[in-house]
């Protein structure tokens, strides 16, 4: 018989409350004054992992995920600054092996992240009789999927599964989400790396550490620019 799913939910009032609950290695700082709200809902299952966050402040948001899982950011509200790289055309973002990341997230920020083992990733290909693509495991970080049908089912399908409307977190929509990842990562075209570091995105490095610094005192344009 098929496990019911672990479900937690809860509400952070402190960035490092937060950032100790998760087994993701993190390093977010909060950009805005004023005490901060955050809403997580974390739906497990014994190899796949469903994360949906939500934060009413801008957020600076470096981390690790974890080495031994396949992890895919979905962003649904808000916006980011991923890399130094605008991302209104993304549809998912990659935090695959031993790759980082260094993001600044808007106030009303809402994503989902999917995260898989992958020895029972590449376990479910075979018993699907798919090949798993090479691109699926670059280790660069900044890797970004832009919309196209695959990734419109697998938003869909973890949307639904989030709200718990009509779609059930088990083995059968465990199958489709591993499904629209592999399919998603079968057309090298629909993925592109910013990962490098332009002199824009080091400006916004240096410009994001001194609001950091003084986030508590009065800061002018010309000080930060």
């Not at 974390?42 to 402040?57: E, F, I, Q, T």
């Not at 990341?101 to 020895?119: H, I, K, N, P």
């Given at each position: 018989?098929?496990?019911?799913?672990?479900?937690?939910?809860?509400?952070?009032?402190?960035?490092?409350?937060?950032?100790?609950?998760?087994?993701?290695?993190?390093?977010?700082?909060?950009?805005?004054?004023?005490?901060?709200?955050?809403?997580?809902?974390?739906?497990s299952?014994?190899?796949?992992?469903?994360?949906?966050?939500?934060?009413?402040?801008?957020?600076?948001?470096?981390?690790?995920?974890?080495?031994?899982?396949?992890?895919?950011?979905?962003?649904?509200?808000?916006?980011?600054?991923?890399?130094?790289?605008?991302?209104?055309?993304?549809?998912?973002?990659?935090?695959?092996?031993?790759?980082?990341?260094?993001?600044?997230?808007?106030?009303?920020?809402?994503?989902?992240?999917?995260?898989?083992?992958?020895?029972?990733?590449?376990?479910?290909?075979?018993?699907l009789?798919?090949?798993?693509?090479?691109?699926?495991?670059?280790?660069?970080?900044?890797?970004?999927?832009?919309?196209?049908?695959?990734?419109?089912?697998?938003?869909?399908?973890?949307?639904?599964?989030?709200?718990?409307?009509?779609?059930?977190?088990?083995?059968?929509?465990?199958?489709?989400?591993?499904?629209?990842?592999?399919?998603?990562?079968?057309?090298?075209?629909?993925?592109?790396?910013?990962?490098?570091?332009?002199?824009?995105?080091?400006?916004?490095?240096r410009?994001?550490?001194?609001?950091?610094?003084?986030?508590?005192?009065?800061?002018?344009?010309?000080?930060?620019?």
């Amino acid at each position: 018989m098929d496990s019911p799913p672990l479900v937690i939910e809860a509400r952070f009032g402190d960035m490092g409350a937060f950032s100790e609950s998760s087994e993701w290695d993190l390093d977010f700082r909060q950009l805005d004054q004023g005490p901060i709200c955050i809403d997580l809902k974390v739906m497990s299952r014994p190899y796949l992992r469903l994360m949906n966050v939500k934060m009413d402040k801008r957020i600076h948001q470096r981390g690790v995920a974890p080495s031994d899982q396949l992890s895919f950011g979905f962003p649904i509200g808000g916006s980011l600054d991923w890399h130094g790289s605008d991302t209104s055309h993304a549809a998912m973002m990659s935090f695959n092996r031993q790759s980082g990341f260094d993001t600044v997230s808007t106030q009303g920020f809402e994503a989902t992240t999917l995260s898989v083992s992958a020895t029972f990733m590449e376990s479910m290909a075979s018993d699907l009789g798919l090949s798993i693509p090479d691109n699926i495991y670059l280790s660069q970080s900044g890797g970004v999927f832009k919309h196209s049908h695959a990734t419109h089912s697998a938003r869909d399908l973890l949307d639904r599964i989030i709200a718990k409307e009509t779609v059930l977190f088990d083995r059968e929509s465990e199958t489709e989400l591993i499904t629209a990842l592999l399919n998603i990562h079968m057309d090298p075209s629909d993925y592109s790396d910013i990962s490098t570091m332009p002199v824009r995105s080091r400006t916004l490095s240096r410009a994001i550490d001194y609001i950091e610094d003084n986030r508590f005192d009065a800061i002018s344009v010309v000080e930060v620019c």
